[in-house]
Structures are given as C-alpha cells and as structure tokens.
C-alpha cells in the first residue's frame, strides 16, 4: 500500500515538473517571438507610405499575444480625420487578429468552431496548450474571424478543372435557434404563430466517379465542400452555383441535383442549373408516400404495412404515376378525395424527378443523406445545443467558418485572410 502511494506520489510530481517545463519554455519562447515581432514591425513602419489625408500620430504599444504567451509590441498609428478610422500597418502586415498572432488566432478559431460552445473551447485550449483565453474572447476572434469566412464562401474564383462523370449538388434549411430580438415580428410554427428560429441554408457539392460491385454509386472520398447562409433562398443559391462552378461543373460529365421536391428548391434548381437532372430524396418521398396512405386509409389501417411497401417498391421502379391512379381509383367519390388530392399534388409535381429505377439504374444517388448529415454535423451539433440562441449574424460567422473546416479548405482561407490584412497596406487604390 505505501508503495502505491509512493508510486502514485511520484506520478503527480511528474505531473507538476512538465508544467513548470512548459511554462518556462514558453516564457523563453514568447521572448523570442515577442523579439522577432517588434523586428518584423519596425520593418513595416519604417518602409510604409501613408495614404492620402492620412496623418502620423503616434507610436502605440499593444500586449500581443501568441502561441507562448504575451510581449509589448510598440508599432506606428496613424489617423484618417476625414473618416475617422485609424491603421497600424505593422498590425496589418503581420496579420494580427485583435492582437492575437496569426498562428494562434488560427487555432482559436479552430477551436471556436469544432466545440459545442466557447467556454469548451476556452477549457481544451487551456488544458492541451497551456494557452489561457476566456470565452468570451475566443467568441471576438472567431466573429471577427468568421465575418472573412463568409465574404470568402463569396468569393470569385477560377473553376477547377472536374472530371468527374458525375457531379452532384445538394441543399437543405434546419431552423436556429435565435435571441427574442432577431425573431420580432417574424411568423413561425409556435403554437401562438410566432418564430422560435431561423432558417438557415447549407448547400453542398460532391463527385463521383465510380459504382460498387453491386452498381451502387459511391462517392469520392473528402469530395464534399459545404457553403451556408441565412439569406434569402434566392441569394443563398447565387453562393452554392458559384460554388459549383469553383468546383468545374462546366467540365462534369453530368450535374445532378438532388433536392427535396420543395417547388421553390426546385424553381432555384432550374434557374440556377438550366436544364441540369433533378432527383427528389427517396426518404422525402417515402414519407409523403406515407402522409398519402394516411389520407386515404388512416393512420391505422390493418394493411398499412403491405400497402405502404407494395406503393414503396413501385416507387423503385418508375411507378409514380401508378400510384397516384390508385390513390385516385381508391378515393372517388369519398370524404377524403379532398385530402388525397391535396396530398398527391407533391407527387404529381415531381414525376419526372421521382423515376428512381432509372436514376439506379444509370448509377446516381437517389437520397440526400449527404446534405442530411450535413445539416446535423455542420449546423446541429454546433448551433442547436441546449440553451442556444443567437444572432443571426454570430451563427452566420461560425458557421461560416465550420463550413470551411468540413470543406478542408482552412489553409487556403488563412491564406485569403493573410492577404486581406496586407491589403489594407495598399496604397495603389488611393494613388489617383
């Protein structure tokens, strides 16, 4: 027993030696850093060129913060009266985010993004680094952070050259749950007619190049880039098409869109996508499927089962247009006829898209599970948490930027963000 104890003693004083090891590496690191900074500023300020009506005032200091801790950074300030904006160029072309360094703002963001909340973030940045940031500083970074996500989600970029023999774009909304103030006067689903939430938008792009042994179609692995946006539909789709386009569906043997037979979805696809295959969800149709059987028969008709799965298989089998006569045949002349033909109008609105045995048949996907999963993982499991609610521009920046992260494109928008810092040292737009 007092062995154990001796053991478990040594162990916790192991424990407390590489923190103390920790924390004076990193004093020695900061001071490096800390000296590499103030060289890198007195570079820029000594070579920067003040825009016009921009006036010198003063040399200012900032407590920087990096990945190893804090140093006093004393840089140039200059002032516009005209507009009464200030600039630090040093703070510019170093790339500081509220004076935070660029390595470490990146990480923050990183954790912003791929923890339920800020405070976790705070606690894991501060368990694993020994980098000590409160939430609600985390939450600056990643607001101020996000807000250049979603101009870059914006952007226009050269398409990339596709191969692929399929191309597919998908979308889907989930609600969010937002602040009293950003729902005033907005209609929703609550049981008093007003709003609880936000519809958010996620759109996505995916290729596919090959099919399973048994002529399933499989998708390319870490194929899938997302975009987001609390616009309106319209606008939203402006962002997914440019994003299909940065993704070369000029040069896709075939776009497919797969959607969830909404006839506004549908509107933007043919809008958006000229002449481009539409397929409805397969999941989305079976529960009209079902709401149909409901209406014709009731919820609890001894026969559910065997019908519901004889129309399910007609369905795989180009047999729409079959069901909707048998749905008709079976409710002439009843009280429900009414019901029944309001229910097979999404059926009757999609039959060119519902010709699933085709679309298997030529090897595309029928169902919308990546969009699907998408909204739960992209959207959900950072935005719909217990006790969440938001602002619609606070939820638009994060998830901007997880967007970004689940499209593997993070290194390329620290890179837009770099030069977009280094930009505003520009003197050229002001020459004339």
Known sequence: MARFAAQKAHGALVGQLEKLVRVAVFHSAAELVGFMLQEAADRVDAAYQSKPRQHFKERSPLD????FGR????????YTPATGQGHYPADAALGLELGYTPALARLICLEAVHHPSFQQAAEHLWQTGGIEISAQQI?????RVGAAAQRWQERQTPPQPCDAPVLYVSSDGTGVPMRSAELAGRKGKQSDGSAKTRQAYLGCVFTQHRRDDKGHPVRDHDSTTYVCSFDKVED?????RQEARRRGCGTAGKIVLLLDGAAGLANQGRINFPGCLQIVDFYHAMEHLKELWEALRGKDHPDFKKHYGRWTKLLLKDGVQQIIAQAREGSAGSACE?????ALHYFESNVER???????????????????????????ARCKQSGMFWSERGAENILALRC??????????????????????DTLNLAS
Do not use: P
């Not at 140093?71 to 200059?78: H, P, Q, V």
């Not at 009414?338 to 309001?342: D, F, H, L, P, Y």
């Open 236 to 240: 939203f789709w402006l962002i997914l």
């Open 139 to 143: 939450q600056r970074v990643a607001q």
């Open 64 to 67: 920087a913060q990096g990945m």
């Open 404 to 425: 970004i992260a689940q499209s593997r494109e993070w290194d390329n928008f620290w890179k837009y963000r770099a030069n977009e810092h280094a930009a505003r040292n």
């Open 354 to 380: 519902m010709q699933y045995g085709t679309f298997r048949k030529n090897g595309y996907f029928i169902g919308s599970g990546v969009i699907e999963a998408g909204c739960k993982t992209v959207i959900g």
């Open 71 to 78: 140093s006093m950074l004393w840089r140039d300030y200059y």
């Open 338 to 342: 009414g019901t029944v033909e309001k």
